[in-house]
């Protein structure tokens, strides 16, 4: 269970190497996420049964980080460093049994301490009969035990202050109602169901477009169905991979990973920016006059309003209506 980087002892991570190039990507951003200064990968740890499956020194299971940070000047030493937890410590007449393998005595007052230390933090382990497994043990893991990508979302955005910071980039061939409808919606200042309930203005909570899930602006414009057909259409139109967003930030974001450079990235990013505003509009069309969502009005609406725009504002460019359908010529 436990997977590690042979060569630097660095990288143990809860994820499976069959998600291939995916878990590289994975890998780094555990690595380098840190929440309230704790990299996010240390929110999660291996709930200890048998001892089995779970690493000593290199995997999280006890304390705030894994035991090879902890305590570096023993893991510096130990002789066997990928080593089991049943390998180094078991249960006898209802005592821990420690087993060592030094390369050498201890020798300085450090890392005696460090011994110290760690036997202390030893003494209340308790091995059992039961397989051992990797929980998430978020801030939120007290009320909802089962790991699930929104938990991880929710610790991410209460760590980085949403909205403080963060001013998404300005499209410059849209208008700019649209562009600030954008900075308002990424600040959480449209009025979407869940900031009225936050008003205490009692409205509901089910999406005005597919009156299933919660309506909030992450949901309104990534993981709604109406949001994520429209993306996959325009994605397809625009031969460009999938939009892969967990947030409105990262919907916003895209053009800068899609693979696009100079215009067709430009156009890109304005099209992301007019679908989110005709998603908006048809939300509040379906919410105020019952009209129906129909997915196919709203991509052609976002092409033909693209159209629009991009034709009469992004100057010394000449692009027909034809080419702009076919996009790839642009
Ligand atoms: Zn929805």
Known sequence: MALHNDRNYGDFIPVKRSLGGVWSNIVQVLNITVVEGIQLKNYF?????????????LDHWIGPKPLKDSFPLLFNIEEVKD??????????????????????PLSSEAEINEMVGLCSLLSQVELNQEKDEWKWFGPSAIVDP??????????????????????????????????????????????????????NIDVGTVCGLCGDGEESVDHLFTSCDVASLLWAYICNWCRCANIVAFSFKDLIEFHNHSGFEGKKKDVLKGLIRIGCWVVWRARNESRFKNSEV????????????????????????????????????L
Not at 83 to 95: F, I, P, S, T
Not at 174 to 184: A, E, M, V
């Open 45 to 57: 740890k291996v709930a200890v049964g048998n001892g089995e499956e779970t690493s000593f020194w």
């Open 83 to 104: 080593c089991n937890l049943n390998c180094c410590l078991g249960n006898r007449n209802d005592m821990v049994r420690l087993k060592w393998r030094w390369k050498r």
């Open 146 to 199: 089962d790991f699930s990508v929104r938990l991880v979302r929710q610790l991410l955005e209460s760590g980085s202050n949403r909205g403080v910071n963060y001013v998404p980039e300005r499209c410059k061939w849209i208008p700019d109602k649209c562009n600030i409808f954008i900075w308002r919606a990424e600040m959480g200042k449209i009025a979407t169901v869940d900031a009225l309930n936050r008003r």
């Open 294 to 329: 129909n997915l196919n009005h709203i991509f052609g609406e976002v092409k033909r309003v693209g159209f629009l725009w991009f034709s009469s504002r992004k100057k010394c460019v000449s692009t027909s209506w034809s080419d702009w359908c076919k996009f790839v010529n």
